[in-house]
């Protein structure tokens, strides 16, 4: 029996932070993560106890179990136009369930793939663009690629333990919490002071952007 893919939920937007902040694509949003069940009752016990995504279950706009070639052309389907075109995978966490089948079906369609990963898990082979976005208390496996995406300030994850990995751009988001605005100050100041790292504000939030 042919794989299916869990999908919480695809929607057609506009990335909304990062290196590719502004450019459209289609989100497709995995069910589950490893570091949290998705579930309000676990959350005290999760490895990653701020999450504010719902990624359980697959009753999202067109959520459902597909597979890689029904996955892949319902993404295409959601996509305006011919060219420049990119797919996020995101979650959740889409390194449990993204590989070579759905990589390849993806391809087919002239899709540019992103990943948006925790960076715990091992990821499948030919992914486009790799954006790490590491979580406290947990050992990275993803050890390079394109954009690392770091929340700040955290007290457990600091910018500079994440300086001897591999990747092309690092990026500072800021903490999302009530003191949101001196957080985006704390990451003003610290890109100032270290100018390998780059602000990201999370512009789908500003715009409101789904
Ligand atoms: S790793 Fe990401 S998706 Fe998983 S619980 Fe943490 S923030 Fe949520």
Redesign the pocket.
């Known amino acids: 029996m042919a794989k299916t893919y869990k999908v919480k939920e695809i929607f057609y937007t506009l990335q909304g932070e990062g290196y590719h902040n502004g450019r459209a694509a289609v989100f497709c949003r995995f069910a589950g ?4 069940s ?1 579930l309000e009752k676990d959350r005290a016990t ?1 490895i ?1 106890k ?2 504010d ?1 719902d ?1 359980w279950g697959t009753d999202g706009v067109l959520g459902g179990k597909y597979e890689a070639t029904e996955l892949a052309s319902t993404i295409n389907g959601l996509f305006k136009g011919d060219s420049n075109k990119f797919v996020v995978c995101t ?3 889409p390194a449990l369930q993204l590989d070579k089948a759905l990589i390849d079906a993806l391809h087919s369609y002239g899709f540019e793939i992103a990943i948006e990963t ?1 960076g715990t898990i091992p990821l499948a082979a030919d992914i486009d663009w790799v954006c790490v ?1 590491p ?1 406290a208390d947990t050992e990275i496996l993803v050890k390079s690629g394109d954009e690392l995406k770091l929340v700040y300030p955290q007290m457990e994850n600091v910018p500079d333990q994440f300086e001897s990995l591999q990747f092309k751009h690092y990026y500072l988001q800021p903490l999302d919490d009530i003191n949101k605005l001196m957080n985006v100050a704390a990451c003003v100041d610290y890109c100032k002071e270290n100018p390998k790292w780059k602000l990201s504000m999370q512009m789908h939030k500003e715009a409101g952007i789904p």
């Open positions: 993560c490893n570091l949290w998705g999760a990653c701020f999450c995504t990624f979650g959740g966490e925790n976005s979580k």
